[in-house]
């Protein structure tokens, strides 16, 4: 929102400085964005007289001047204006001067041969109108070598200010002159609108065609015609306001609307009378309707928009801009002013489906003040009157305001409460009647008004709020919050907890964080377990995301899929997220899955000059899961890596985590292949996936004490053995037998080598394992160790059906 210093002192009687006007509407919530002054561009140019104007010896259409600008001598200008002749009083801009239309600062300069040394400016080119036939010509008693802005009566700095969606009544200038006076920077000038009585009845209806339904589009519609206009420039005042702020000045009439807009917050049309066709009125628009609008486009109207229309067709969108074809020209005589009311979120969604920003579509779904209709129009009459002559016709109206009063229940001691200022109940309540709220009662309640301009108030803390800021936000004191007592508690659930670590743990394993749609195609959906008629969106966005999505590896492989055909071979993602195996509470997981393609593993991924990486596989899909589960706090030595993946994994190249068979912690392993080419994308890829849910919960161990770390200084023993099974033996169980086999002296089995060959027989394999003996009390002696091997190899034989390998 913009306007100058002296359109706001058309409202406000003050004394008080720019400085003052810029820090008291920051300070009551209206944020100064910022402030210029035209006149300064123009404080270089001086008044300067043409002595002499001689043809230019080397060109027909140039003049050579000498001009006397105050500087002491004559200086010498080369000009090519039709007007520049001795003895004319124009604007001068010496060497260095920034030309306002360019932004660059003038040079001496040598034009056919002949130097010049300044230049005598046009209107355009000083950004003072749109004229440049000639140079400026000032009255012959001008004071010649005088600031050519000083000469034109100072300057009038312009504010702009940012105005939040809940203050229309910001959106004039009287607005924002209440809340200064409000705040105690002036006085609010008493402006009452004259009512106009009409000379003749108006001869031009106005009509309401609306549903039962529908009518709150436009519920209240107002005209009047004016006789006998003359058409022509706006006065010099408006036009330098309007300029000021940015609008063209384009006529009287038109300017007339566009003042009142923001001088009131009204915005207004006006009609050429001539050219309506019928009864004017507000209706919906139809199928097939369009029109060429103020802008040069033609809209096709639809039926969800309100417009306004004669019996020949549409002439404008209600409320959002007019058409051509109605509008008022120079030729214009006879006119007819429009002041209604539209519906904010009807004129929103119109102007963002059809694309168009205008001054009165800001207006209207912000909240134009209903109570201001009649009003509106009256004040347009008396300024067109004013200044295009011409006699009015009678007032109509169509429809009702609609105008709610709200009342509200105010106690006082709200403000203290909310804010922390105690303040006296006079100053309150002299506070929001200046603000142009009835405030009524006694006591410490009061029941406060709330005028029509203001929709944004609904209850008591936004009474609250309006006294805080006039009064001033500065006098809320400075309290310190109360110091607790007590770490404060938790305030992440376990679960919160695991997805944050979850995340990072994925991240510092070399992978990207992907945000997936919770949605997938049904087809996807089935292939991962999903697909049941409980999870089908009933209103999904689009046909490829119909169903909640059973598992996060089908987005993962999607984007895979889209990285791959922009040429990023080797990638690996993980996310973590929502899964959904029915529509219970217990039957929605958080999942934490990685997928890899490529190369992408963790030790890096590509080709090398040291060697190429190898493409990823089972383990490092593996080696994720079990990562994951290690950070998250899980001791993947209960863990058990089972056959048995979901179906959607390679069979032979995959595993599930579990605990025992009824606790399933999650899968890993490389993707199968018909589940690759039904997602459309190339693999090896391979996926691990955790469900957050599954993992245990620590013990709550209390306050106990932990036993201290019970570690050996005897030095451990190394035994292996190799053992040969059948090929279909999980080297886990070895491993799991053997642990058990002599606790607490056998303290970690780990498998080095697997060997299938005729040596072992078909069908056989040969499972080698390295045995460490930690003993706690004295060395092991060859007895010892010897005993402990014999109970190594009964366990595994007895767990596996293996004999020791000879």
Known sequence: MKFTLSW???????????????????????????????????????????????????ADKLRLLSVDAGLGEPVQVV???????????????????????SGEALAVGTI????????????????????????????????????????RGGSDPVIEIAITPNRPDCLGVRGIARDLAARGLGRLKPDPVEMIPGSFPNPIPVELRFTEE?????????????????????????????????????????????YVSYDRGRPLHVYDAAKITGTL?????????SFVALDGRTYAVDAEACVIADDAGVLGFGGIMGGEASGSTEATTDVLIESAWFDPNR???????????????????????????????????????????????????????????????????????????????????????????????????????????????????????EVVRIVGLDRVKTTPLPRLQSVGAKVLTPIQIRTRRAKRTLA???????????????????????????????????????????????????????????????????????????????????????????????????????????????????????????????????????RGAPSWFHPGRSGTIQLGPQTVLGWFGELHPAVLDSLDVAGPIVAAEILLERIPLPKDKGSRTKPPLAASDLMPV????????????????????????????????????????????????????AVTLTPTDRTLTEDDIEAVSKSVVAAVAKATGATLRG
């Open 347 to 465: 004129t929103a969604r119109t102007g963002r489906r059809f694309g168009i920003n205008s001054d009165a579509r800001y207006r209207f779904e912000r909240g134009v003040d209903p109570a201001f209709v009649l009003a509106g129009l009256e004040l347009a009459t008396r300024m067109v009157m004013d200044l295009c002559g011409g006699e009015p016709s009678e007032a109509i109206m169509a429809g009702q305001p609609p105008i709610s009063v709200k009342v509200i229940d105010f106690p006082l001691s709200e403000v203290k409460r909310l804010s922390g200022l105690d303040l006296p109940a006079t100053e309150i309540t002299a506070t929001l009647e200046a603000l142009g709220f009835e405030v009524s009662g006694f006591g410490d309640a009061r029941t406060v008004t709330v005028p029509s301009w203001r929709p944004d108030v609904e209850g008591k803390a936004d009474l609250v709020e």
């Open 214 to 258: 529908t009518a709150s589009a436009c519920p209240v519609f107002a005209a009047r015609v004016v006789k006998g206009v003359r058409n022509g420039p706006s006065p010099q005042w408006m036009q330098d306001r309007l300029k000021a702020i940015g609008l063209r000045p384009i006529s009287a009439l038109v300017d007339i609307t566009n």
């Open 718 to 769: 190394v035994r292996d053995f190799a053992f040969v099974v059948d090929d279909g033996v999980e080297a886990a169980r070895i491993v799991k037998a053997a642990l058990g086999a002599a606790k607490p002296l056998v303290t970690d089995v780990s498998v080095f080598d697997v060997y299938r060959g005729e040596h072992v027989g078909a069908g056989r394999k040969s499972v080698a394992i």
């Open 281 to 289: 009125h507000a209706r919906l628009g139809r199928e097939g309707e």
């Open 508 to 642: 510092a394993r070399g992978l990207v964080e992907a945000v997936t749609w919770s949605f997938v195609k049904k087809t996807e959906a089935e292939l991962f377990g999903g697909g049941a008629p409980a999870l089908a969106l009933a209103n999904p966005i689009s046909a490829d995301m119909s169903d909640m999505r059973p598992s996060l590896i089908p987005g993962l492989a999607a984007a895979v899929r889209r990285n791959v055909a922009r040429g990023f071979d080797d990638v690996a993602l993980f996310e973590v997220g929502q899964v959904f195996a029915g529509t219970r509470p217990e039957d929605q997981f958080t999942a934490a899955t990685a997928v890899r393609r490529g190369t992408s593993g963790l030790v890096g991924a590509g080709r090398h000059w040291a060697g190429t990486a190898e493409a990823v596989g089972v383990y490092d899909a593996k080696a994720d899961a079990l990562a994951l589960l290690d950070q998250l706090g899980f001791d993947v030595a209960r863990a058990q890596v089972a």
């Open 112 to 151: 056919r041969g002949v130097e010049s040394r300044g230049m005598m400016c046009s209107e355009r080119e000083l950004l003072l109108s749109d004229e440049h036939t000639g140079i400026i010509e000032l009255p012959e008693d001008a004071p010649v070598g005088v600031s050519f802005a000083d000469y």
């Open 8 to 58: 706001l002192k058309d409202h406000l009687d003050t004394e008080a400085s720019l400085d003052d006007v810029v820090e008291a509407l920051t300070m009551i919530g209206l944020e100064v964005e910022a402030v210029t002054d035209p006149g300064a561009a123009l404080k270089a140019f001086r008044i300067a007289k043409v002595l002499t104007a001689d043809k230019h010896p080397n």
């Open 79 to 101: 000009c090519g204006a039709p007007n520049a002749r001795a003895g004319l009083v124009g604007v001068f801009a010496s060497p260095g001067t920034v030309i306002p239309s």
